[in-house]
C-alpha cells in the first residue's frame, strides 16, 4: 500500500529578496523596477526607496502582480541624468522591517543605522553611447567558437585603460582557414534604453590586432537574421565607427557549436526583412588565418552605439 504523499516543510522561513538591476536607463522617463520575494505574506508592506543624485529621493509602494514577483514604477521625475541608487524595504506585520540588499533587520531611518548599502542603475542624457558589449562586465555572457583548446587562447587582459579589460582571442598555431569567433546576447542589458534604439545611426567598436587582422563585425537580429561588415584592424587601439544602413546580409556562427561536428557551422536567413536596430540582440565578432598559418589575434574592449 502506497502511503499518502505530503510536500516536505520548508527548510527556512527567512524574507529573502532575489533582484538584477537595470544597467542604464533613458533620463526623464518611468521605469519599472522588479524583483522576486520569499518569506512575507500578504499582511507584509514592500516599498522602495529612491534617491538620486540631484539631491531628491522618494519612497514607492512595490505591488504583488504574481507569486513571489513585486513591481513598481520609478516615477519620471526621479530619472534625471546621473545614478539613481534604491533599496527594497519590508516592513512586517509584527513591526520588523528588512532592508535590501543586505537583508538588514532594524529601522533602515534610526539615528545610529549606519548601513547604506544600495542598488543603482545609470541614467543616459541624450548623447550618452548605449554599450552592448564590454569586456570588464561581461566576461560571463560571451560564447566561443574555438577548435583548438591547445593552441589558441582566450584571455581578458588589461591594456592602456586602468581598470578596464579587454577580451583577447588568438591563433597561435593556426591551421590555413580556421575560424575563431566569439557572441555575445545583449538584449536584457539594453532593456532600458529600448525606446531610443530608433536614433542611435552607428555601431562602434574599440579593438585592435598586434598581427593586423580582417574582422568581422555582425549585429543578429530576433529572427535569427545577421548584418555583417569586414574590417582591417591594426595594431593599435581604434574606435571603429560603422554607420548601420552600411551593415549587409551575411552568415552568422550557430553558437553554441551543433553536434555532431559535420552538422552545418553557419546559418543564413532566407528573410528579406531589411535590418533594423530595433531588432538586433546579438553581436558577433569573428576572424580567420585565411591562407596563412602565421599567429593572429583580435582585442576587443567595448562595443556600443552611437548616434
Given at each position: 500500500m502506497v502511503a499518502e504523499f505530503y510536500a516536505p516543510s520548508s527548510f527556512s522561513s527567512e524574507t529573502f529578496v532575489v533582484h538584477q538591476p537595470v544597467n542604464d536607463v533613458?533620463?526623464?522617463?518611468?521605469?519599472?523596477?522588479?524583483?522576486?520575494?520569499?518569506?512575507?505574506?500578504?499582511?507584509?508592506?514592500?516599498?522602495?526607496?529612491?534617491?538620486?543624485?540631484?539631491?531628491?529621493?522618494?519612497?514607492?509602494?512595490m505591488e504583488k502582480v504574481k507569486a513571489y514577483e513585486y513591481k513598481a514604477n520609478v516615477p519620471a521625475d526621479m530619472v534625471t541624468p546621473g545614478i539613481v541608487n534604491y533599496r527594497i524595504m519590508i516592513k512586517k506585520s509584527d513591526g520588523d522591517t528588512y532592508t535590501f540588499p543586505g537583508g538588514f533587520k532594524g529601522d533602515p531611518y534610526a539615528w545610529d543605522d549606519y548601513r547604506n548599502e544600495s542598488w543603482q542603475t545609470f541614467v543616459a542624457s541624450t548623447q550618452t553611447p548605449l554599450q552592448l558589449f564590454n569586456a570588464t562586465t561581461d566576461k560571463n555572457g560571451v560564447i566561443l567558437y574555438n577548435t583548438d583548446w591547445r593552441n589558441n587562447s582566450v584571455e581578458?587582459?588589461?591594456?592602456?585603460?586602468?581598470?578596464?579589460?579587454?577580451?583577447?582571442?588568438?591563433?597561435?598555431?593556426?591551421?590555413?582557414?580556421?575560424?575563431?569567433?566569439?557572441?555575445?546576447?545583449?538584449?536584457?542589458?539594453?532593456?532600458?534604453?529600448?525606446?531610443?534604439?530608433?536614433?542611435?545611426t552607428k555601431l562602434v567598436v574599440r579593438a585592435r590586432s598586434m598581427e593586423g587582422a580582417s574582422v568581422k563585425f555582425s549585429l543578429i537580429t530576433d529572427d535569427a537574421q545577421a548584418f555583417a561588415t569586414t574590417l582591417s584592424v591594426k595594431k593599435e587601439f581604434q574606435e571603429f565607427e560603422i554607420v548601420l544602413p552600411d551593415l549587409k546580409k551575411d552568415s552568422m556562427l550557430l553558437l553554441p557549436r551543433p553536434y555532431p561536428g559535420f552538422l552545418p557551422l553557419y546559418f543564413k536567413s532566407n528573410s528579406t526583412k531589411p535590418f533594423s536596430i530595433t531588432d538586433a540582440e546579438k553581436l558577433e565578432i569573428s576572424f580567420s588565418s585565411s591562407s596563412s598559418t602565421k599567429p593572429i589575434s583580435i582585442e576587443v574592449e567595448a562595443v556600443w552605439l552611437k548616434k
Open positions: 533613458s533620463f526623464f522617463k518611468s521605469f519599472p523596477i522588479s524583483t522576486k520575494i520569499i518569506g512575507i505574506d500578504s499582511t507584509d508592506k514592500v516599498s522602495i526607496e529612491l534617491r538620486n543624485l540631484c539631491n531628491k529621493w522618494k519612497t514607492v509602494p581578458y587582459i588589461t591594456a592602456d585603460k586602468r581598470g578596464q579589460l579587454v577580451l583577447k582571442t588568438a591563433m597561435n598555431k593556426p591551421a590555413a582557414q580556421q575560424i575563431m569567433g566569439w557572441q555575445y546576447f545583449f538584449s536584457d542589458k539594453i532593456n532600458g534604453r529600448v525606446d531610443e534604439l530608433s536614433t542611435f
